[in-house]
């Protein structure tokens, strides 16, 4: 399912551009445009979920893709071994994009606690 209004959803469909660096079946990851880590990669899946509360688990096999994803990417990018992986549910922690996306964050030292 598409939500036409969600920008991730036009990413997805190649209808926004976005520079791509993992595209799978049900998972696509790509370049923050507005980086907070020298890598910041998004990784989202290609049906249209809101967040995290939405999944169900019907949803397993999308999930570990995405974790598949992760680490994949992660590799890639040369930070395997040390980054960090988040996941924003509504407006208040900070998500801006109503489309189920992981931010994948590394190539520098990350503190405790973030935000």
Request: with cysteine; hydrophobic share 45%.
């Amino acid at each position: 399912m598409k939500d036409p209004s969600c920008p991730f959803c036009r990413i997805v469909a190649k209808d926004q551009p976005a520079e791509v660096v993992l595209d799978r079946d049900q998972v696509l990851a790509f370049r923050d445009r507005n980086p907070v880590a020298p890598v910041h990669v998004l990784v989202v899946p290609k049906e249209h979920l809101p967040s995290l509360e939405a999944v169900a688990e019907r949803h397993a096999p999308l999930l570990g893709g995405l974790v598949e994803a992760v680490n994949d990417v992660a590799q890639a990018e040369g930070i395997a071994g040390a980054f960090r992986l988040v996941s924003n549910v509504g407006a208040e922690a900070g998500q801006s994009v109503r489309h189920l996306h992981l931010h994948l964050l590394g190539g520098r030292r990350m503190s405790w606690p973030p935000g």
